[in-house]
């Protein structure tokens, strides 16, 4: 089954994906910090029966996998494809998700709320991945009782998740913002909207790839549609922003542009180790390369898909074998050497 | 004609080349500070004569240049060459040059003083151009009695030249003693010998593509054969050394070295503009890269001579028209593409 991120991206993408996580309480259990073990164990069996048992499609196509089996490296891969979050893998508490074949649902299970419903769509599609978290919504709630009030709505173990419950988020590529140094402030800009600006990998992670996510913090006294609209309202002024700025490089500074991304490519296409921090940023000005037409290639090069693949636990998993940090910024630069060539 | 540089590099050179420079006065006239400008032009007519009326092959090999009719660059090209000096080009007094068709031999006339035999020869060859120059200075003392005491030997305006007047000097390449931050230890070594380490243009001039050149300080109280017999063997000791950094590297550290090589070589064969200290630091690594084997050539590749071509002087000269610094650089970066393209 091919997952959301192996699709080729055309066009001038600089929204990656879209995804909504919704946040849920089973009525008959105590929110997660205070859940005893057998509890714990009666609520993962509970949400893996409302899919698994459901009469629908989605009983066949979802994964049911028991995080407290897992290894370190098998845990950090589903962290470095976002299907858990690192909150859910950190915990010494009973825990486990549901995965969709094609990867564009995880349904978390004790996590900080006992179920935490995520879905995702490559590009600016974030409608589509509200109309099917809202589904998976509608599918756990026929056989298992929210934690719901009338006044306040869905109830959160989190006060700042209290309400919808919903979380809408862009994956966004600004290479030209961050390379102009205005990350910081556009932060601050949309934090007055009720909109936040995180890393590739969320709260408190460092920025890699000129990845960001935009995602709203308000969840209480707007309906999901209004807070789908506010963020895709601030969203598309970003990348108005992103245009204009690679607009007027390409106009005015096409040469240094074209040597910054021809140095990444010359680097990644030849070097022999690299770690992922910079081989993300080279990535970046990769993709950047192909947006703007800048590198040639072939279409069947998948940046984001790269930048998945030589994280370190994904790196790790595919070799089927642990290896040290050095051995592993070798296997890195093997592997993306693999993918450009014949491809740029 | 093709000149000494444009043969192919082989084997583990350190040793690019080997030069003999002596320094010579007439004796009938006053040193070059004190010359006036009839005198210089004398001078200049005098040594023109004795090369290009001499009765042996040289009379036609050799090309009359006079400095004062040249244009900047063109004078600059010439430094970069290493045919002249940086004090011969600085001067605003009446000064030539006589350079041979294969620029193994130039002859300065009216520098420091009155005349500067150079003679240079690729690789490891400090006798053959030694003979030569020894060739040389016997045509021009045919016709020009030399200012020359029974004591003292040769008189010249900077005391440190007297008695030989030669300065006898390899330029190596040496990265590996660089990469390990050794060559000023180096420095102060061999000035115990009576040698000097200089940069790759001579005094004063910063280090460029771990280039240097080593030379005699002393020229008085030797014969020329004994002073070259020293330069020899200190220089034996440098390659010694660099060859042990080499192989230690290629054995305890080889993924290191390969990754350092490949991406000068991604960059070099990737960029789109490139300034020239960058350029001649990472055409070291790829003279490094070749020298070990790790990069493949099809042998039509000649570092030295790229480094010399891409010296602002030079690259302008082939441009045939003045351009700025930026366009140089787009230009440096082009030139390299085009020199690295299907030869490594």
């Keep these: 089954m091919n997952k959301w991120y192996d699709s080729s991206e055309t066009g001038d993408n600089i929204v990656i994906s879209s995804r909504i996580r919704l946040a849920r309480n089973v009525k008959k259990y105590p929110f997660s910090c205070r859940l005893s073990e057998e509890q714990a164990y009666n609520l993962i069996d509970d949400v893996k029966n409302s899919i698994k048992n459901s009469r629908t499609v989605f009983g066949d196509s979802f994964d049911f996998i028991n995080l407290n089996e897992k290894s370190e490296i098998e845990k950090h891969s589903l962290l470095e494809n976002h299907s858990v979050s690192p909150e859910l893998i950190n915990k010494n508490k009973p825990s486990a998700v549901l995965i969709k074949d094609d990867e564009t649902v995880s349904i978390m299970i004790n996590e900080e709320d006992h179920i935490r419903i995520q879905t995702v769509f490559p590009g600016y599609n974030i409608k589509k991945a509200w109309e099917l978290a809202d589904k998976i919504d509608n599918l756990v709630e026929e056989s298992i009782e929210y934690a719901f009030d009338e006044d306040y709505g869905y109830l959160t173990s989190c006060i700042t998740n209290v309400g919808t419950g919903i979380r809408a988020s862009f994956m966004i590529h600004i ?38 996510q935009i995602s709203n913090q308000v969840t209480l006294g707007k309906s999901e549609c209004e807070i789908i609209d506010a963020l895709k309202n601030v969203t598309n002024q970003i990348i108005e922003q992103e245009n204009e700025l690679r607009q007027n490089l390409m106009k005015n500074h ?78 890195r630069a093997k592997y993306i050497r693999k993918c450009l060539e014949n491809n740029i």
Tied chains: 1, 2.
């Design 175 to 212: 290479p030209l913002i961050e390379m102009f140094g205005q990350v910081e402030n556009l932060g601050q800009a949309i934090s007055k909207f009720g909109m936040t600006l995180r890393g590739i990998y969320g709260e408190g992670s460092e920025p890699l790839g000129s990845i960001y």
């Design 254 to 331: 096409r040469i240094d542009l074209e040597d910054k991304i021809f140095r990444s490519y010359g680097v990644l296409s030849n070097c022999r180790k690299i770690n992922s921090k910079e081989a993300m940023q080279l990535l970046s000005d990769l993709r950047l390369g192909i947006i703007t037409g800048i590198l040639e290639t072939n279409g069947d090069v998948n940046i984001y898909k790269i930048m998945m693949d030589i994280q370190p636990g994904n790196l790790i998993k595919n070799m089927s074998k642990n290896v040290s940090a050095d051995e592993r910024d070798i296997q």
